[in-house]
C-alpha cells in the first residue's frame, strides 16, 4: 500500500530534550516536506527536500533540522524543544511537478 | 512572500445545497494551485490547477482558475454530510515546489 508514515504519533515532552519524528514514504518520490498545522494559522512549511541531499527551508525553520540521506527518509529533528513548538506536524511527499503531496497522518507534538 | 486568501473562513449549510470555496492568491512564480480536503486526519488530495479557465471536475465537486484575476474556486453540489470538513488551497511556486497554504474553510453540512 502506498504510503507516509510518521512515528510517533503522539509525544508529550519536555523543554529542552531533543527529539526526532521520523518519516518514510513508499512511493519513491522525490520530494518531501515537513508542516506544522496551528489553529488559525494554517499548515506552514518547516522544511522541504527535493532529493537526496538536497534540503531548503520553508516558512518556519528556526528550531528544527532535517536531513535526507536516503530517498525514502526524511526526519524532523528538535535538537532543544520550546514550548511554542507544540503543535500538529505532518510529512508530505510527492513526485517532482506531479498531482499533489500525499500526506502522512501527523503527529501530534506537546512540549512542556 | 507568497500569500492564500481563503473565503469564507467558515460556512454552515444544509445538506443538498450547493457550496462555493474561494481562494485568492499572490505568489512570485505560480507553477500550480492545489485544492485539499482535510477532515479529522490528514489532509487528502482533490484538485491540482495549473491552467486559467479549465474546469476540473470530480463527481460533486468542480475546481476553477483565474489567473489574472489570482483567484480559484471549488465547487461543491448537492452536499451531504461527508463533505464537512476544512477545504484547504495552496499554491506551489515555480523552481522549488513551495507550498505555501490558506487557512481554510470549514465546511458543516447539517443533515
Known amino acids: 500500500e502506498a504510503q507516509v508514515t510518521q512515528n510517533p504519533r503522539y509525544l508529550i515532552t519536555v523543554t529542552g530534550k531533543k527529539l526526532t519524528v521520523t518519516c518514510s514514504q513508499n512511493?519513491?518520490?522525490?520530494?518531501m516536506s515537513w508542516y506544522r498545522q496551528d489553529p488559525g494559522l494554517g499548515l506552514r512549511q518547516i522544511y522541504y527536500s527535493m532529493n537526496v541531499e538536497v534540503t531548503d527551508k520553508g516558512d518556519v525553520p528556526e528550531g528544527y533540522k532535517v536531513s535526507r540521506k536516503e530517498k525514502r527518509n526524511f526526519p524532523l529533528i528538535l535538537e532543544s524543544p520550546s514550548p511554542n513548538q507544540t503543535s500538529l506536524y505532518f510529512c508530505?511527499?510527492?513526485?517532482?511537478?506531479?498531482?499533489?503531496?500525499?500526506f502522512g497522518p501527523g503527529t501530534r507534538l506537546t512540549v512542556t | 512572500e507568497d500569500k492564500v486568501v481563503q473565503s469564507p473562513l467558515s460556512l454552515v449549510v444544509h445538506e443538498g445545497d450547493t457550496v462555493t470555496l474561494n481562494c485568492s492568491y499572490e505568489?512570485?512564480?505560480?507553477?500550480?494551485l492545489l485544492w485539499y480536503k482535510q477532515e479529522k486526519k490528514a489532509p487528502t488530495f482533490l484538485f491540482m490547477l495549473t491552467s486559467s479557465g479549465i474546469e476540473k471536475k470530480s463527481g460533486r465537486l468542480s475546481s476553477i482558475l483565474d489567473k489574472k484575476e489570482l483567484f480559484s474556486i471549488l465547487n461543491i453540489t448537492a452536499t451531504q454530510t461527508g463533505d464537512s470538513a476544512i477545504y484547504l488551497c495552496?499554491?506551489?511556486?515555480?523552481?522549488?515546489?513551495?507550498?505555501?497554504f490558506g487557512t481554510g474553510t470549514r465546511l458543516t453540512i447539517i443533515p
Open positions: 512511493m519513491n518520490h522525490e520530494y
Open positions: 495552496a499554491v506551489e511556486d515555480f523552481g522549488n515546489e513551495k507550498l505555501t
Open positions: 508530505a511527499s510527492s513526485f517532482l511537478g506531479r498531482d499533489g503531496q500525499y
Open positions: 505568489v512570485t512564480n505560480f507553477r500550480s
